[in-house]
């Protein structure tokens, strides 16, 4: 799976406002459909206080952030799998990202036109979901049309091969044909392998990305959303995706302000305590299945990221290949010992310091300090 997460949505949602609030950088945010047009790609760091907590213990000469990748892609709209608003473009943009953050518009603005000239989320996720079903189901139809050749053509095993693929594909294709996502669909670690060269968009892990207006994140932080936050809190609940509520273009000028006592401020107008786009950066983090360890001393303190479940060796390959090549050992404590007890030479006293070899499953929030030869 691509290391990164594709904003999409429909036009005049505010996609380039919170890319712009993410990336800290300026990108066109018109007031017309289609003014992104190559999407726009944005390296982000990840927020993380174990990294600020370890470098103020440290006090290294540089700090440096575990980063997620974002990519903004234009909006797609009605038609979009046929072509219509440059649509196959668009949507091989998607294929090539890991997760999709969909961006659902949750406010009224009589100045920002909408496509349908209507707030309806919920018809608004069903035109998204439709129309990347429909593409998904072109696709299909070329796989299937691949594997019932191999079944005629091939050698035994491929034609077996082609035969598991048919039938996966054979219970994928009613969602489809029903607007719904494969990833509605139970499907094996397995199942997913077989029809992973298909990168099927409905297959990708989702967030729902509410964009509300101030007030309605004054209702959220009240515990009363309002009705079109609850419309895609309830579509996302039915296919067991994650929610984030974000006031784009609160989040845009609170990135404009460089002063930290004015940011604070301007953060408990609306009751929050950290920028949403946090919330966000890290449930695309989470979803891509990434993980995060620590390398900290007097020179840098540093966030590396790699995948769930990764052994040592693979870890450390996140630093260079060759202390994965060389892999001897890693030393091993955690950020709440660090934190808990100051020092590593206490860490030690107490035995939480831990020698870790070649079959260690990294933790996340592991601080570690590897030893190898090459």
């Known amino acids: 799976m691509a290391l990164n997460c594709g904003i999409v949505g429909l036009p005049n949602v505010g996609k380039s406002t919170i890319f712009s609030a993410l990336c800290s950088t300026p990108v066109e945010a018109a007031n017309y459909p289609f003014s992104t047009i190559v999407p726009n790609i944005g390296i982000v760091d990840v927020p993380d206080p174990r990294l600020l907590k370890l470098s103020e213990l440290f006090n290294p000469k540089r700090t440096v952030p575990a980063t997620v990748e974002f990519v903004d892609i234009s909006g797609l709209k009605k038609g979009s799998s046929r ?58 139809a070329r796989r299937r049309e691949r594997a019932e050749r191999a079944l005629k053509v091939q050698a035994k095993t491929e034609q077996k091969a082609a035969g598991d693929v048919l039938g996966i594909l054979g219970r994928i294709g009613p969602a489809l044909e029903d607007g719904k996502p494969i990833r509605s669909v139970p499907l094996t670690g397995e199942e997913k392998a077989a029809i992973y060269d298909c990168h099927f968009i409905t297959a990708k892990p989702q967030i729902y990305v509410c964009n509300v207006d ?12 309002g009705p079109y936050v609850q419309a895609v809190q309830k579509q996302a609940a039915a296919e067991g995706s994650p929610v984030v509520i974000i006031c784009g273009k609160f989040e845009a000028e609170l990135g404009a302000i460089e002063d930290p006592a004015e940011r604070q401020a301007f953060l408990e107008e609306l009751g929050l305590r950290e920028p949403s786009l946090s919330s966000l950066i890290h449930t695309a983090y989470g979803l891509l299945g990434l993980r995060t360890f620590f ?67 990294v933790q996340d929030g592991d601080v570690i300090f590897f030893k190898f030869n090459v």
């Open 214 to 225: 101030e007030e309605g994140m004054r209702a959220v932080g009240n515990g009363t959303p």
């Open 295 to 361: 390398t900290a001393g007097d020179d840098e303190c540093r966030a590396w990221t790699i995948h769930a479940g990764e052994p040592a060796p693979k870890a450390a390959r996140a630093i260079h290949t060759d202390f994965e090549r060389g892999f001897i050992k890693a030393e091993v404590y955690t950020c709440d010992d660090i934190f808990h007890y100051g020092t590593e030479a206490k860490i030690k006293e107490a035995g939480k310091y831990r020698i870790e070899g070649k079959e260690y499953i």
């Open 83 to 140: 072509g219509e608003g440059l649509g196959n473009q668009f949507l091989s943009h998607i294929r090539e990202v890991g997760i999709i953050a969909h961006i659902v518009r949750c406010f009224d603005d009589p100045d920002v036109v909408h496509v349908s000239d209507r707030i309806d989320p919920e018809s608004d996720i069903g035109t998204i979901n439709i129309e990347l079903a429909l593409a998904d189901l072109e696709t299909l």
